[in-house]
């Protein structure tokens, strides 16, 4: 086990790269266009009396406003989900990997990878600087876990993708990561390597 600063790595034998399976990102385009998504958030703004029924011209802007306000919450929502989706899958795909390769199979061991946390290969995706925009990797998996197929727009209130979905998010993928009761070393970066494949290809 060796450690840099505030992690431990998990010190693997030899000098091989190893190669993992691809990351393949998910098209996260939504069903609906913007338009109908902001029309759904106007529904919402009305159901939820954020603004009381009153005509006036200031007063329907900062309508509108508020519903397409919610309708770009929702959307980063939906970016952020199908990225932890793509996470969950390739994640499968590198324990079978591991499974496969004997001089990495030890490596499935309790301590290392506990059995229901794979919190580890989401930071090795953070340490291999995968290219995620404004992606917060760790809230992507924390999404994916808290939902199994994203919700549409209608199940959520105001409330929630205005205050709570980033907090609820971290606080999912911190309770997966501490699943195992100790923290979990981390696989050494230059020690793997895989594609990303989405737009474009990149290996990283």
């Not at 995706?125 to 924390?142: F, Q, R, Y």
């Amino acid at each position: 086990m060796n450690t840099l600063g505030n992690r431990d790595y998990i010190d693997i034998p030899g000098g091989q790269v190893h190669d993992l399976p691809p990351l393949l990102l998910k098209d996260n385009r939504p069903s609906k266009s913007l338009h109908d998504v902001i029309a759904v958030a106007q529904q919402i703004i009305d159901r939820d009396a954020i603004i009381e029924d009153q005509l006036s011209d200031s007063l329907e802007d900062r309508r509108v406003g508020l519903a397409i306000n919610l309708a770009e919450h929702y959307s980063v929502f939906l970016e952020h989900w199908y990225w932890g989706e793509s996470i969950s899958e390739w994640i499968r795909q590198c324990e079978t990997t591991f499974q496969a390769k004997p001089n990495l199979r030890p490596l499935l061991s309790p301590d290392i990878w506990p059995h229901a946390s794979r919190a580890s290969f989401v930071r090795l995706l953070e340490d291999k600087h995968v290219p995620h925009g404004d992606i917060d990797l760790e809230n992507a998996m924390g999404y994916r876990l808290t939902f199994r197929q994203p919700p549409p727009i209608q199940f959520f209130s105001e409330k929630y993708l205005f205050f709570l979905n980033t907090s609820l998010a971290a606080s999912a993928f911190d309770a997966w990561a501490r699943s195992s009761g100790d923290k979990a070393a981390s696989l050494p970066p230059e020690r793997f390597r895989f594609f990303v494949t989405g737009t474009e290809i990149r290996e990283v």
